[in-house]
C-alpha cells in the first residue's frame, strides 16, 4: 500500500493539475488528499457524465485532467466518452475503481460490473493498465499512459483495486453557503421568437473575446450556419454536457464564456446547474434556449413547460437568473448579464421549429475542438 502522495506528487511533476469526479471509498485517501492539497484543484460533480464534460473543457483551457470514478459510474461515461471524448479528441487520464472485482467479498450491486469493466472500457476503445501498487511503478505508468494520450488524443483509464492507497484524512471545510440569487422576469406577451432570431441577436452583442459552447442538435447547426468562428464549439453529442464543458472552460480562462443550452439538454442534466452554482465562475452565462420540445428528433414534447429554470438557477447559487419570451426581453436579459454578476441564467421561451434552410458544420469535431483551444490558448 502506498500514500496518495506517492501518485499525485509524480502526477504533478508530469502536468496533472486538474482533478474532478465523484467519489467511491476505493478513491476515498486519493480523492481527500487531492481536495486537501492547495497545489491541486479538484471540482466534485454530481455524474461521472457531468465530470468528464467538466475535465473535457478544462483540457480545452490548457490544464491536464484526472477524471476519478468507481466503476459502477462507467455507466454515466458511455455517452461523453463514445460521442465528446472520442469525436473531439479530448485526452483524460481516468481512474477507475474495481468494485465487484472476481473474488473480493463486495455488494450485490457490484458484481456484474466487477467482471465486465476492463471488458466495457475496451469496447469503448479506452486502453487500461492497473493502478500502480507500489510507489516504484507510478512513474512509469504516467509516462505510459501520457504517452498514450498524446499519440491518440483519446483517454486512458487506470483500474484501482480495494486498499491500493493509504488514506491520510481530509482537511475540508464545508462549501461556502451561497444565498440564492436574483430572478428577473423580462416577458412579455406576444408571438415567441425562433431560436436562430435569437441566435442572430446573440451573434450581434456576444463579446469578441467570448468562448461560445453551443450545445448539441439544432442549436448548434444554427449558430454554425448563421455564422461560424473560431471561438464557437459546436457539441455534435454528449447531450447535456454543453454547461459542464462550459464550467470546465470557465474555472480556467478570464475569458466570457457562454453556453447555448437547449431545455432537452438541460432537463437530462440538472445536476450541472448545482456544480456551476457552488464553484461560482465569474465569467459564465448559460442560455437556455427552451421551445418545448427534442426539436432534433421529430419534436417530441419536453416537461421543460412545467419548469422554472430561473428558479432552479437562482436556489443552485447563480448571481442572476433571467427568463424572456421576445427578441427585446432576451436583448436586455442579455445586456444585463454581460454587465452584472455572474454565473448568470437566460431562461429564453421560444417558438418550436427551425431554419429552412439548416446546414450542419462542416469542419470536423477534432478540427473544431484544436481551433477552440487554440482560441482559447490567444492572449
Aim: charged share 20%; with cysteine.
Amino acid at each position: 500500500m502506498m500514500s496518495a502522495d506517492d501518485f499525485l506528487i509524480p502526477a504533478r511533476e508530469r502536468g496533472f493539475d486538474f482533478f474532478t469526479g465523484v467519489p467511491c471509498s476505493f478513491l476515498t485517501p486519493l480523492i481527500n488528499r487531492v481536495i486537501s492539497d492547495p497545489l491541486t484543484r479538484y471540482v466534485g460533480a454530481t455524474s461521472e457524465g457531468e465530470a468528464l464534460a467538466i475535465a473535457a473543457g478544462a483540457h480545452l483551457a490548457g490544464r491536464k485532467t484526472v477524471v476519478m470514478c468507481q466503476n459502477s459510474g462507467l455507466g454515466n461515461t458511455v455517452n461523453p466518452l463514445t460521442s465528446l471524448n472520442f469525436p473531439f479528441r479530448i485526452p483524460t487520464l481516468m481512474i477507475v475503481t474495481w468494485r465487484g472485482q472476481p473474488g473480493l467479498n463486495d455488494e450485490p450491486q457490484h458484481e456484474l460490473m466487477g467482471e465486465i469493466t476492463q471488458d466495457l472500457l475496451e469496447l469503448m476503445r479506452v486502453p487500461h493498465a492497473a493502478f500502480p501498487s507500489e510507489a516504484r511503478l507510478v512513474g512509469a505508468a504516467l509516462d505510459q499512459a501520457g504517452e498514450w494520450m498524446a499519440e491518440s488524443g483519446l483517454p486512458f483509464a487506470f483500474v484501482m483495486e480495494k486498499d491500493t492507497v493509504v488514506d491520510d484524512g481530509l482537511n475540508q471545510g464545508p462549501p461556502p453557503e451561497r444565498p440564492p440569487g436574483t430572478t428577473l422576469d423580462l416577458s412579455e406577451r406576444g408571438e415567441r421568437p425562433m431560436r436562430a432570431a435569437v441566435l442572430e441577436r446573440f451573434l450581434r452583442r456576444v463579446p469578441p473575446d467570448a468562448a461560445v459552447i453551443a450545445t448539441t442538435g439544432k442549436c448548434g447547426r444554427e449558430l454554425f450556419t448563421l455564422m461560424d468562428r473560431k471561438q464557437q464549439l459546436y457539441q455534435v453529442g454528449s447531450m447535456g454536457g454543453a454547461s459542464a464543458m462550459g464550467l470546465g472552460v470557465a474555472l480556467n480562462t478570464a475569458r466570457p464564456v457562454m453556453v447555448l443550452d437547449g431545455d432537452g439538454a438541460a432537463l437530462m442534466k440538472m445536476g450541472n446547474l448545482a456544480t456551476i452554482g457552488t464553484y461560482a465562475p465569474p465569467n459564465l452565462t448559460h442560455i437556455v434556449l427552451d421551445n418545448g420540445t427534442h426539436d432534433s428528433t421529430g419534436g417530441q414534447a419536453t416537461v421543460s413547460s412545467s419548469v422554472s429554470f430561473t428558479e432552479i438557477a437562482a436556489a443552485c447559487g447563480y448571481e442572476r437568473a433571467y427568463v424572456c419570451e421576445s427578441l427585446a426581453g432576451f436583448e436586455r436579459a442579455f445586456e444585463d448579464a454581460l454587465a452584472g454578476p455572474k454565473p448568470a441564467l437566460l431562461h429564453v421561451r421560444i417558438a418550436p421549429g427551425s431554419m429552412a434552410k439548416l446546414g450542419r458544420p462542416t469542419i470536423k469535431p477534432f478540427e473544431v475542438a484544436q481551433r477552440f483551444k487554440a482560441f482559447l490558448a490567444e492572449t
